[in-house]
């Protein structure tokens, strides 16, 4: 079964700073897909980047960018000039590409960042 | 279209009664997840629907639970005789069949069981 771990309970940054979101994940299996998840204070959860396991280049959106290690197996986030809206949980989460299966997600706990200003 | 829909958004009730949330994924979006999320967790996998066949269930779905999802539109989830452990956010999700990768989550139903 497939695990992924966040370490980071908690996370601080400054307005206008960059901060980095860590993730490690296991699996035996050499296709998936990688997310991140933004799940603001009770408000629903958004996508915000995505990452091919079977592509060498890091996905970056806008200010969101990650580092995809495949050997090791770690998928950080990190968001460069962050704002005050970007507040909220972080969630990983993995999926596998095999077909005929759910695709469900498997989530980590979670990181929670706190902007300040 | 204005994404993925739960109702209703809190539920407050007795040990031992039953309840049912619903969810509307987006139009047209054949795959349809619950998932449930506890304090302090991430969100964890209940069952899925292509269609209106429950193709997956999580062993975290006992015999309480029932969901379905009648000509492959809205979806219940329906929770018998609950317990104070049922407590939780109850999250759907829905997704292209083709061409996407990306789940869109809907707001939640949060269930406290006194």
């Known amino acids: 079964a497939q695990t992924v771990t966040q370490s980071q309970p908690e996370m601080s940054v400054q307005e206008a700073e960059t901060v980095t979101l860590s993730c490690t994940y296991d699996?035996?299996?050499?296709?998936?897909?990688l997310f991140w998840y933004k799940q603001p204070p009770s408000r629903q959860m958004i996508l915000v980047i995505r990452q091919e396991a079977y592509k060498q280049q890091n996905a970056t959106e806008n200010r969101f960018s990650v580092n995809f290690q495949k050997a090791a197996k770690s998928f950080s986030l990190k968001i460069s000039d962050s704002q005050l809206g970007d507040a909220a949980m972080y969630f990983c989460a993995y999926r596998s590409a095999h077909t005929g299966t759910a695709s469900k997600l498997t989530f980590g706990t979670g990181t929670r960042l706190q902007v300040t200003l | 279209d204005t994404g993925v829909s739960q109702d209703p958004r809190h539920k407050i009730t007795k040990r031992g009664q039953n309840v049912t949330f619903r969810c509307d994924p987006i139009?047209?979006?054949?795959?349809l997840y619950w998932y449930r999320q506890t304090l302090g967790q991430g969100p964890e996998f209940l069952t899925y629907?292509?269609?209106?066949?429950?193709?997956?269930k999580s062993r975290l779905l006992s015999d309480r639970f029932s969901a379905e999802r009648p000509k492959g539109s809205f979806s219940t989830l329906e929770i018998q005789r609950t317990e104070q452990g049922d407590s939780a956010m109850y999250l759907c999700?829905?997704?292209?069949?083709?061409?996407?990768?990306?789940?869109?989550f809907g707001p939640g139903t949060r269930l406290l069981v006194l």
């Open positions: 629907f292509q269609n209106e066949a429950q193709l997956e």
């Open positions: 999700a829905s997704r292209e069949s083709m061409g996407s990768e990306t789940q869109y």
């Open positions: 699996t035996s299996e050499s296709d998936y897909y």
């Open positions: 139009s047209e979006h054949n795959r």
